[in-house]
């Protein structure tokens, strides 16, 4: 299993930028897949999650509004469109692998098994 996650930037406030994350080794459309970040001292956080039709999503109440995620079953390509970004967007974001979604949750810390290195987003102010 493989996840690899591009994309990262350093951007103004108010900028945006798409990272993307190209899977391999399993049947990509089986499985959810979402982007957690962690920031230097602070705890890991769910960002997103799509699950595997593209049916239920999950968003962090932090990004509602102003990420959109989206999947490309046909590419094994999950991307997150990040627009009006702030400094406090500045993190370490990572793909990972779900076995489900959660519209009304996080479920990073028990459903994700895969995640890939990371791609650096720098929001500066």
């Known amino acids: 299993v493989q996840l690899q996650a591009s994309g990262g930037g350093l951007v103004q406030a108010g900028g945006s930028l798409r990272l993307s994350c190209a899977a391999s080794?399993?049947?990509?459309?089986?499985?959810?897949i979402g982007w957690f970040r962690q920031a230097p001292g602070k705890e890991r956080e769910g960002v997103s999650c799509?699950?595997?039709?593209?049916?239920?999503?999950f968003y962090a109440n932090s990004v509602k509004g102003r990420f959109a995620i989206s999947r490309d079953n046909a590419k094994n390509t999950v991307y997150l469109q990040m627009n009006s970004l702030k400094p406090e967007d500045t993190a370490v974001y990572y793909c990972?692998?779900?076995?489900?979604?959660?519209?009304?949750?996080?479920?990073?810390?028990?459903?994700?098994?895969?995640w890939g290195e990371g791609t650096q987003v720098t929001v500066s102010s």
């Open positions: 990972g692998r779900y076995d489900w979604c959660d519209v009304a949750g996080d479920t990073t810390k028990y459903a994700l098994d895969y």
């Open positions: 080794g399993f049947t990509f459309d089986d499985y959810a």
């Open positions: 799509i699950s595997s039709g593209g049916g239920p999503t």
